[in-house]
């Protein structure tokens, strides 16, 4: 999506409510990495129409998804990862001032080793991919088992700045070089998985929607 275009949609895009705003904050100012606007914008959106009501999140920063989610879907639980201690500390903070302790748990771990207790409160409506991109086909393999039937998947940061349309040997650091090969392989993956339709939205970040297949 251009700049303009996107500045446009941001412009028209409604205020958010005091905690939201304050979140947007400090995520900026401490640069911790959330979901631009226009893609929660879509992401809640896409959420609305399937109703779901349980959600798996993988990768919870500072709960600025989660607590966006439910914010939209207020009758849907959801459970959340972050590994992150400062990160961890500061989502309990806004989840405790959301009023939402009962409605977001946040587990605490690697999400590669979290999957038997986040399996305690499946199966799960839709389960939303955004930590670790190097590691996104484990997080799906380990994670889609809980997916109830007719439920969805949802891949955030898959496009990765458009960085992966950028000719390999043109990007200098070799550790972004091989993150974007993985986001490409994964890509390549997921869109040819026998079980599961799935489309690339150029929204955001890139979105990667995925529904397993009758």
């Known amino acids: 999506m251009s700049t303009t275009i996107n500045e446009y949609l941001v412009n028209l895009t409604p205020s958010r409510n005091e905690l939201f705003t304050k979140m947007e904050q400090y995520a900026e100012e401490n640069h911790v990495p959330i979901m631009d606007l226009i893609g929660i914008e879509a992401l809640l959106q896409l959420f609305r129409i399937h109703n779901p009501s349980s959600i798996l999140e993988i990768g919870s920063a ?26 961890i500390r500061m989502a309990r903070t806004f989840i405790k001032e959301a009023g939402k302790e009962n409605i977001v748990t946040l587990l605490e771990g690697d999400a590669l080793e979290l999957a038997p207790s986040a ?5 799960f409506d839709v389960i939303f991919i955004d ?19 007719g439920g969805i998947i949802v891949s955030d940061n898959v496009l990765y700045k458009g960085q992966v349309i950028v000719p390999e040997e043109t990007i200098s650091h070799r550790r972004a070089r091989a993150l974007i090969r993985k986001i490409k392989n994964y890509n390549s993956w997921l869109m040819n998985h026998a079980d599961y339709h799935t489309v690339i ?14």
């Open 62 to 87: 500072i709960g600025y998804s989660s607590l966006r989610m439910s914010d939209a879907l207020p009758n849907a639980k959801i459970v959340t990862l972050e590994r992150h201690p400062e990160r």
């Open 119 to 123: 399996e305690e409160y499946g199966p």
């Open 201 to 214: 939205l150029p929204i955001g970040d890139g979105m990667a929607i995925s529904k397993k297949k009758a």
């Open 131 to 149: 930590a670790a991109k190097g590691q996104y086909v484990k997080f799906f393999e380990l994670y889609s088992p809980l997916l109830r039937e």
